[in-house]
């Protein structure tokens, strides 16, 4: 039976409760080597799939119509970072292009190719580097309709903070530098916008941090809060904890 954990402005710490030790994995041979051969499979069942949906399309920005893009009024794709993406985002099918402009930053390009809901790709190991590319961060998704009108804003281009909404679908678990990933995903996103992450108890083992096969749902839901309250910090002083 799923389990649903809610976590809402935990009792942190004064500093990170997590050393270093707590991301080391089991396998430490490069994540390219593991994620050499696509895995065209899914990775959480159907109604955990569907579920993801429901939840996707109660709580981020909704898809353009089609009528507003084809419209000469000047409206705005969401803009969606799917963190950890592949082969599928776990987005209700009205978020594909054109409706939606969503960037995929992911480790197996054949994967990442295959997702038909995605607008841009890119191929990055945030295990090596936590920082993200610099052209995710400077995007131009205006729609047509926007390029043409001169009224249009063109505040879009060029600018840092380049998402709507963040998802990052059953791997934060993997992540072994979520401070510097989290400090990066709170200077791409837009004021108010929101991050989402989501996670089950299915993972590969040998690749997921120490910690996480070390403790059951409710403390994995304090520690991918953590990541959030000490974002962007030496582990000294929290940031204000709640949305990007």
């Not at 579920?51 to 119509?65: C, D, I, R, S």
């Not at 979520?178 to 709170?186: G, M, R, S």
């Not at 989402?196 to 040998?206: Q, V």
């Amino acid at each position: 039976m799923a389990q649903v954990f809610k976590v809402h402005r935990p009792t942190c710490p004064a500093t990170f409760p997590y050393s270093g030790e707590t991301f080391t994995r089991e396998d430490q041979t490069p994540d390219p080597e593991f994620y050499a051969s696509p895995r065209f499979v899914h990775h959480i069942d159907d109604r955990c799939r569907l579920a993801l949906q429901e939840y996707y399309a109660g709580v981020l920005p909704e898809p353009l119509p089609l009528s507003a893009e084809n419209s000469s009024e000047s409206k705005t794709r969401p803009r969606i970072l799917d963190l950890c993406s592949s082969w599928t985002s776990h987005l209700p099918n009205s978020y594909a292009p054109p409706h939606t402009y969503v960037t995929g930053l992911g480790l197996s390009a054949p994967e990442l190719a295959a997702n038909p809901l995605l607008s841009r790709r890119v191929v990055h190991d945030l295990n090596v580097d936590p920082i993200l590319p610099v052209e995710m961060t400077k995007l131009d998704v205006r729609t047509k309709a926007e390029l043409e009108s001169k009224d249009a804003p063109g505040h879009y281009e060029g600018t840092e903070a380049a998402y709507d909404a963040i998802i990052c679908t059953v791997s934060v678990d993997y992540l072994v530098h979520p401070l510097e990933v989290f400090c990066e995903l709170a200077l791409v996103t837009r004021e108010a916008g929101t991050a989402h992450m989501a996670f089950s108890d299915r993972c590969f083992p040998s690749k997921v941090i120490r910690r996480w096969l070390e403790v059951g749902p409710a403390e994995r839901c304090e520690m991918v809060a953590s990541y959030f309250w000490f974002a962007g910090t030496t582990g000294e002083k929290p940031c204000e904890p709640g949305v990007l």
